[in-house]
């Protein structure tokens, strides 16, 4: 009696197919990790994008406050600084400059036009002969203020409070050519710390348009008071029009003090006038 050898009802176990030793993989089935072959019809990976090798590149790193223009990095807001990627320098242009910084090229051309032309010492100087004078005044102190006050309280009609108002109103305008100077040049000295050139330029100018604006208040508010002793209460009406016939060049001299203020942009409520090409 012949045996059969049956598989088992039910048996989930494939049938092995003979000589399974012998066989190979085939060639269409490879790993998902292994580059696609070309040679069996399945299509080519897409080619890099220009200017780059096919190996991973990491990506660039973004600067805070800074975009990416070619190849190299521009603060993003005013687009003043550029550093370009193979570190050299980059040189900009005035346009390029943020607007503060135009604003107090300006304000101080400005006041060096008025300070070239302008009668400094109310006897035709310019503001650089003034300056010598103004210096000269300054070595003279303490004893020039005395001699002055000295001198308008002998005066008929002047009493003591006259004298002063006088003496420190003379004082203030004897050395305004030298203040306005400094003032302005200060303004635009060195760099200290860590801070950009642009941090610097802004805390120099705002402390000059500090100090060059008290000065200017001093120096209006006395000669107020000066021009109330010669003429009286009621011809402080008259006061505007004999300053700016007297003072005109020391007026756009505080003209000029305002453009160092960094808190006000006056570049761009000018330029917004100016017709758009």
Known sequence: ?????E????????????????ETPDEDKQDDTDPPNTHNGSPPSPPPPPGQ?????????????????????????AKDTIVPSSGGTSEKTLSEYPNYHKQKIASTALFFAAFLIGDWWWDGSNGFSALIHSIE??????????????????????????????????????????V???GFVL?????????SPEANSIGYGKKSYSFLLYFSGAL???????????????GVFDWPFDFLEWRFWQVTAIFAVMGLN????LWERFTSQWPKD
């Open 1 to 5: 009696m012949s045996i059969t050898n």
């Open 7 to 22: 598989p088992c009802s039910g048996s989930d176990m494939p049938e092995e197919p003979e000589n399974w030793w012998g």
């Open 53 to 77: 090798d096919d190996t991973d590149a990491p990506e660039s790193i973004r600067i805070r406050g800074y975009q990416r223009e070619g190849d190299q990095w521009v603060q993003s807001n």
């Open 137 to 178: 005044s300054v070595t003279h102190m303490p004893g020039s203020q005395l001699d002055s006050y000295e001198f308008w309280t002998s005066q008929q009609g002047f009493n003591a409070l006259d004298a002063i108002l006088i003496t420190i109103s003379w004082s203030l305008w004897n050395i305004a050519p030298l």
């Open 180 to 182: 306005f100077f400094l």
């Open 187 to 195: 303004s635009w000295r060195g760099y200290e710390g860590n801070l």
């Open 220 to 234: 209006i508010s006395m000669d107020i008071l000066n021009f109330v002793v010669w003429s009286g209460l009621l």
């Open 262 to 265: 960094p808190n006000n942009d």
